[in-house]
């Protein structure tokens, strides 16, 4: 019984719901300002209140649930994409080619992901394609890492041995022999990204460099409602940020939880 | 492999990698469809100027040259100490970044010292009471934090200490009406951009430090320590701990990074007047010079921290160097 699993896939399914759901659940539309209830605390009438335009946080919230995940899992398969071509191919080819990649991998490194984001990002328009693109382009290192050493541990492994002293060739090698098996390592590192590119998605929305306002998304509706929390609207920043904290929380756990099981011999470390 | 020469075998790895993020950075930056004049003066100003005086300006940026000719000549002035003039205040970009540094260093120097002195107490307590309630709250906590946007937790801890209590200012380095420099002033606006900084990096490394602990209280030396009836504390501090902080030791050279991300968002929440708003400003400005220079300091910053904590793996496990080389 994995407990971690369950329960971070139990609340990511009900995350996913809501967001599939959105406008069957909402009564209020995420954008339709109405003035006359401006910054409303939390009621039973919006159930997390409403900002300084009226609009109802909770429906923008929910919406907001839809980009942020799309986000979240898009940057994911990207970066295991990149990540998993670039390690296969590194580890496997060793020499110069892996030499060269594996530079790459280490400039990308040598700036904080966040820094490297604002720095792109700044230069050219925020957007949600952009953000994924800048996202993807900034995260695929770590899949790449782990797919590499897995690879290169495993192409010295007897089965492949064996498959390369029968005159297998090397598309046959890696597609049959060795993706089969860095698959698993390369999903524990595909739902981390999930987490990663969630919270990045927000920081950067947040700083005006994200998805750009009239599509709600969680990191930018804390953006616009900032100000109000100096006059004493908590509401508008609260929940979305309860929403990213618990989403990221469960996709972790899930994380966690597809680690311990897809790599029982391999806990190690628990952090 | 003798000492001296792993360090400048090391050492000199590092140079190729800031060549590369210098020129990763340049072309980022350069392929970009935003105009820096119009960035820089605003559309309806730069619109406002002659032609011949918008080229001008354009040729005293360099931006009339060939993308690689621009690259070699900023790279050529950065040997010389010149990282180009600052679009928006016409200063020595390298003036505009070092006026900034100091504030940076006392949010991340108090950030740091805070991140290790958290982490060393709840790793050390929660591995020496596992399975304890103390244990599994500090566990949950660190979950929770791991997961919190660093911006959010800055949120919250304003609206309850400077909106609702009142107790801390809400940004800046010192209040407005200040003259002249004073610690306490520092002091109180200093705390929650720190504590931020702090609670938003230091899970990873509780987490870390617990494991490790557990891991060396496993082992039989600890048993034979305990068999001897040696105090609990001695064990603990004086055997247990000095072989936990080993791999913890080297693990803080590499939580630069974590602190640089950090304290470009908080700084820029905070007011705080420091190189990570810098980077903020000038990036949504496109302020060339300025980005440049930060993004090959902070890059300098990095490297630096990865390098020395190989170096201090080689002081803290001797089976490195002797054993060939780390990996």
Same mark, same amino acid.
């Given at each position: 019984?994995?407990?971690k699993?369950?329960?971070?896939?139990?609340?990511l399914f009900?995350v996913?719901?809501?967001a599939v759901?959105?406008p069957?659940l909402?009564?209020?539309?995420?954008?339709?300002?109405s003035?006359?209830d401006? *910054?409303?605390?939390?009621?039973r009438?919006?159930?997390?209140?409403?900002?300084?335009?009226?609009?109802?946080?909770?429906?923008r919230?929910?919406?907001?649930?839809r980009?942020?995940?799309?986000?979240?899992f898009?940057?994911?398969?990207?970066t295991?994409?990149?990540?998993?071509?670039?390690?296969?191919?590194?580890?496997?080819?060793?020499g110069?080619?892996?030499?060269?990649?594996?530079?790459?991998v280490?400039t990308?490194?040598?700036?904080?992901?966040?820094i490297?984001s604002i720095?792109?990002?700044?230069?050219?328009?925020?957007?949600?394609?952009?953000?994924?693109?800048?996202?993807?382009?900034t995260g695929? %290192?770590?899949?790449?890492?782990?797919v590499?050493?897995?690879?290169?541990?495993?192409?010295?492994?007897?089965?492949?041995?064996?498959?390369?002293?029968l005159?297998?060739p090397?598309?046959?090698?890696?597609?049959?022999?060795?993706?089969p098996?860095v698959?698993?390592p390369?999903?524990?590192?595909a739902? $981390?990204?999930?987490?990663?590119a969630?919270?990045?998605?927000? %920081?950067?929305?947040?700083l005006?460099? *994200?998805?750009?306002?009239h599509?709600p998304?969680w990191g930018?509706?804390m953006m616009?409602e900032?100000?109000?929390?100096?006059v004493?609207?908590w509401?508008t @920043?609260?929940?979305?940020?309860?929403?990213?904290?618990? %989403?990221?929380?469960a996709?972790?756990?899930?994380?966690?939880?597809?680690?311990d099981?897809l790599?029982?011999?391999?806990?190690?470390?628990? @952090? | 492999?003798?000492?001296?020469?792993?360090?400048?075998?090391?050492?000199?790895?590092?140079?190729?990698?800031?060549?590369?993020?210098?020129?990763?950075?340049?072309?980022?930056?350069?392929?970009s469809p935003v105009?820096?004049v119009?960035?820089?003066?605003?559309?309806e100003?730069?619109?406002l100027?002659?032609?011949e005086?918008?080229?001008?300006l354009?040729?005293?940026?360099?931006?009339?040259?060939?993308?690689?000719?621009?690259?070699?000549i900023?790279l050529?002035?950065?040997?010389?100490?010149?990282?180009g003039?600052?679009h928006?205040?016409?200063r020595?970009?390298?003036?505009v970044?070092?006026?900034?540094?100091?504030?940076?260093?006392?949010l991340?120097?108090?950030g740091?010292l805070?991140?290790?002195?958290?982490?060393?107490?709840l790793?050390? %307590?929660?591995a020496?009471?596992?399975?304890?309630f103390?244990d599994?709250?500090?566990?949950?906590?660190?979950?929770?934090?791991?997961?919190?946007?660093?911006?959010?937790?800055?949120?919250?801890?304003?609206?309850l200490f400077?909106?609702?209590?009142?107790l801390?200012?809400v940004?800046?380095?010192?209040?407005?009406?200040?003259l002249?420099?004073?610690?306490?002033?520092?002091?109180?606006?200093?705390?929650?951009?720190?504590?931020?900084?702090?609670?938003?990096?230091?899970?990873?490394y509780?987490?870390?430090l617990?494991?490790?602990?557990?891991?060396?209280?496993a082992?039989?030396?600890i048993l034979?320590?305990?068999?001897?009836?040696?105090?609990?504390?001695?064990?603990?501090?004086?055997?247990?701990?000095?072989?936990?902080?080993?791999?913890?030791?080297?693990l803080?050279g590499?939580a630069?990074?974590?602190?640089?991300?950090?304290?470009?968002?908080?700084e820029?929440?905070?007011?705080?007047? *420091?190189?990570?708003?810098?980077?903020?400003?000038?990036?949504?400005?496109?302020?060339?010079?300025v980005?440049?220079?930060?993004t $090959?300091?902070?890059?300098?910053?990095?490297?630096?921290?990865n390098?020395?904590?190989?170096?201090?793996?080689?002081?803290?496990?001797?089976?490195i160097r002797?054993g060939g080389?780390?990996?």
């Amino acid at each position: 019984m994995n407990k971690k699993l369950y329960a971070g896939a139990c609340f990511l399914f009900l995350v996913v719901f809501l967001a599939v759901l959105a406008p069957y659940l909402c009564t209020y539309h995420p954008v339709d300002t109405s003035l006359g209830d401006a *910054g409303l605390p939390p009621s039973r009438e919006h159930l997390f209140g409403t900002d300084d335009l009226g609009r109802d946080v909770f429906s923008r919230c929910v919406y907001g649930a839809r980009v942020s995940l799309a986000v979240g899992f898009a940057v994911a398969l990207l970066t295991t994409v990149i990540g998993v071509v670039v390690g296969l191919v590194g580890g496997y080819s060793g020499g110069l080619i892996d030499n060269v990649l594996m530079r790459v991998v280490d400039t990308l490194n040598s700036l904080p992901n966040i820094i490297l984001s604002i720095v792109i990002l700044a230069f050219f328009k925020p957007g949600i394609f952009n953000v994924l693109a800048v996202l993807a382009l900034t995260g695929w %290192t770590a899949t790449a890492r782990v797919v590499r050493s897995e690879t290169l541990s495993l192409k010295t492994r007897e089965f492949v041995l064996a498959a390369r002293a029968l005159g297998a060739p090397d598309a046959y090698l890696i597609f049959f022999h060795l993706l089969p098996n860095v698959l698993a390592p390369a999903l524990v590192a595909a739902t $981390f990204s999930v987490a990663h590119a969630i919270l990045a998605e927000a %920081t950067l929305s947040f700083l005006g460099l *994200g998805i750009p306002p009239h599509e709600p998304s969680w990191g930018n509706i804390m953006m616009e409602e900032m100000d109000d929390l100096l006059v004493g609207v908590w509401w508008t @920043v609260f929940f979305p940020g309860v929403l990213v904290i618990s %989403t990221v929380l469960a996709v972790n756990f899930l994380g966690e939880g597809l680690k311990d099981a897809l790599e029982p011999g391999r806990g190690g470390k628990n @952090v | 492999m003798d000492l001296g020469r792993y360090i400048f075998k090391r050492g000199s790895q590092l140079l190729p990698l800031l060549f590369g993020i210098s020129i990763l950075a340049f072309l980022l930056i350069h392929l970009s469809p935003v105009d820096p004049v119009e960035a820089c003066l605003g559309k309806e100003e730069a619109s406002l100027l002659a032609p011949e005086d918008l080229a001008g300006l354009r040729a005293s940026w360099g931006l009339d040259r060939p993308l690689y000719g621009q690259y070699f000549i900023w790279l050529a002035h950065v040997f010389q100490g010149d990282f180009g003039i600052s679009h928006l205040s016409g200063r020595p970009a390298l003036a505009v970044i070092a006026e900034r540094i100091p504030a940076t260093l006392v949010l991340m120097g108090t950030g740091y010292l805070l991140v290790v002195v958290l982490s060393i107490y709840l790793g050390v %307590t929660s591995a020496k009471r596992q399975d304890t309630f103390f244990d599994h709250t500090c566990t949950a906590l660190s979950f929770i934090f791991y997961s919190t946007p660093n911006f959010w937790l800055a949120l919250i801890l304003v609206y309850l200490f400077s909106v609702k209590l009142g107790l801390l200012p809400v940004c800046g380095m010192a209040s407005p009406k200040a003259l002249t420099f004073s610690l306490p002033e520092l002091g109180r606006h200093l705390i929650l951009p720190a504590a931020v900084l702090a609670l938003s990096t230091s899970p990873w490394y509780i987490r870390f430090l617990r494991a490790s602990m557990l891991e060396v209280l496993a082992l039989d030396y600890i048993l034979l320590a305990r068999a001897k009836g040696l105090p609990e504390k001695m064990i603990i501090f004086k055997h247990a701990l000095r072989n936990a902080l080993l791999p913890f030791l080297t693990l803080l050279g590499l939580a630069f990074p974590h602190l640089i991300g950090g304290a470009v968002v908080i700084e820029t929440i905070f007011a705080w007047p *420091g190189v990570g708003r810098l980077l903020v400003e000038s990036a949504l400005r496109a302020d060339y010079p300025v980005v440049m220079g930060l993004t $090959f300091l902070f890059s300098v910053f990095v490297l630096l921290g990865n390098f020395l904590a190989d170096i201090a793996y080689l002081f803290v496990d001797p089976r490195i160097r002797y054993g060939g080389e780390a990996d």
